[in-house]
């Protein structure tokens, strides 16, 4: 069982002439509707690994509100398991989505007095829990933040596989410094860790600086140019991105998340010692299954991730 610690929220999306229209950039000043859509980084990620076909439960904390019922449904939808997810009168965090001439996204957000801000650590993980995921808002906003932090100390201290995915949304940070002072203090309780290119710029760190802290690998994006590992031995290895048509990034980077769990997964490697003996071989055949799958959810608009049987194989 993989655990997807996290918020999930609303998005919402500029609507597009069709179900995967482009950006239109003559049109990017005019006001445009904007359409609901299911997200949150750590949901994101629950649902592909779920779509991909890995055991998998959500550990949150939901509204009660129609939004909250909508989010719901779409983990089960996914087959994911939602038995640790709390519940909240709270409304539902919303993220107002932009959508640039390149497909790219940006955010902004209301937060104040939602429900998933108010998560509280359980006592105990589901049955046969081998990794749990962290990231995104979640690790931004208190009081939940320290919550998911106690989290993940917690499953990192018992020997439980984490993985982290900071997925930085500066307007949310009030203190940049103290931050990224937090952020170095995650990473040794962290076995992988995966960020874009963009969120290492800001954090303003290297790969190898980051190992040296305690991940066993370090995996970055670099959206259609690909993706990079780093590794405890030294080891360096890339794939270059799918050639895809972008109708939007939305979920691009916690569909490689949830890729790469579920192909460790499948690899039996969910542990930083099995992490470490991957070899070059194996890192390439992860790493492409991560592009591929990245590269499908980048063709759809909204976080679409895909299913197994369009991902293909490892």
């Given at each position: 069982?993989?655990?997807?610690?996290?918020?999930?929220?609303?998005?919402?999306?500029?609507?597009?002439?069709?179900?995967?229209?482009?950006?239109?950039?003559?049109?990017?000043?005019?006001?445009?509707?904007?359409?609901?859509?299911?997200?949150?980084?750590?949901?994101?990620?629950?649902?592909?690994?779920?779509?991909?076909?890995?055991?998998?439960?959500?550990?949150?904390?939901?509204?009660?509100?129609?939004?909250?019922?909508?989010?719901?449904?779409?983990?089960?939808?996914?087959?994911?398991?939602?038995?640790?997810?709390?519940?909240?009168d709270e409304p539902t965090t919303l993220a107002?989505?932009?959508?640039?001439?390149?497909?790219?996204?940006?955010?902004?957000?209301?937060?104040?007095?939602?429900?998933?801000?108010?998560?509280?650590?359980?006592?105990?993980?589901?049955?046969?829990?081998?990794?749990?995921?962290?990231?995104?808002?979640?690790?931004?906003?208190?009081?939940?933040?320290?919550?998911?932090?106690?989290?993940?100390?917690?499953?990192?201290?018992?020997?439980?596989?984490?993985?982290?995915?900071?997925?930085?949304?500066?307007?949310?940070?009030?203190?940049?410094?103290?931050?990224?002072?937090?952020?170095?203090?995650?990473?040794?309780?962290?076995?992988?860790?995966?960020?874009?290119?963009?969120?290492?710029?800001?954090?303003?760190?290297?790969?190898?600086?980051?190992?040296?802290?305690?991940?066993?690998?370090?995996?970055?994006?670099?959206?259609?140019?690909?993706?990079?590992?780093?590794?405890?031995?030294?080891?360096?290895?890339?794939?270059?991105?799918?050639?895809?048509?972008?109708?939007?990034?939305?979920?691009?980077?916690?569909?490689?998340?949830?890729?790469?769990?579920?192909?460790?997964?499948?690899?039996?490697?969910?542990?930083?010692?099995?992490?470490?003996?991957?070899?070059?071989?194996?890192?390439?055949?992860?790493?492409?299954?991560?592009?591929?799958?990245?590269?499908?959810?980048?063709?759809?608009?909204?976080?679409?991730?895909?299913?197994?049987?369009?991902a293909g194989t490892l």
């Amino acid at each position: 069982m993989i655990v997807v610690a996290g918020e999930a929220l609303i998005d919402l999306v500029p609507q597009t002439t069709g179900p995967d229209a482009a950006p239109d950039p003559a049109r990017s000043a005019a006001p445009a509707a904007l359409a609901p859509r299911l997200g949150g980084g750590p949901y994101n990620t629950a649902v592909a690994l779920g779509r991909l076909g890995s055991p998998v439960s959500f550990c949150s904390r939901v509204s009660t509100d129609a939004f909250g019922e909508a989010l719901l449904e779409g983990l089960r939808t996914a087959g994911v398991d939602v038995s640790v997810v709390q519940r909240g009168d709270e409304p539902t965090t919303l993220a107002v989505a932009s959508i640039g001439a390149d497909g790219s996204a940006g955010y902004s957000f209301y937060v104040e007095g939602t429900a998933d801000r108010l998560f509280t650590a359980p006592d105990t993980l589901p049955s046969g829990t081998r990794a749990v995921s962290f990231g995104t808002c979640s690790l931004v906003l208190e009081p939940g933040a320290t919550a998911y932090e106690e989290l993940m100390r917690a499953a990192a201290s018992r020997g439980v596989f984490t993985a982290l995915d900071p997925n930085i949304r500066a307007g949310l940070i009030q203190d940049a410094d103290a931050y990224r002072a937090r952020f170095k203090s995650w990473l040794s309780s962290t076995a992988l860790l995966k960020l874009s290119e963009e969120d290492a710029q800001w954090l303003g760190g290297t790969p190898q600086e980051w190992l040296a802290l305690g991940p066993a690998a370090v995996v970055v994006t670099r959206g259609g140019d690909g993706l990079s590992v780093f590794t405890q031995d030294g080891g360096t290895y890339a794939v270059p991105g799918e050639p895809v048509d972008v109708v939007d990034t939305i979920g691009a980077g916690d569909t490689v998340n949830a890729a790469l769990l579920h192909a460790l997964d499948h690899l039996d490697a969910l542990s930083p010692a099995a992490v470490a003996g991957l070899g070059g071989d194996r890192w390439a055949r992860l790493l492409r299954f991560a592009a591929r799958a990245a590269a499908i959810t980048c063709s759809r608009a909204g976080a679409e991730p895909p299913y197994a049987s369009e991902a293909g194989t490892l």
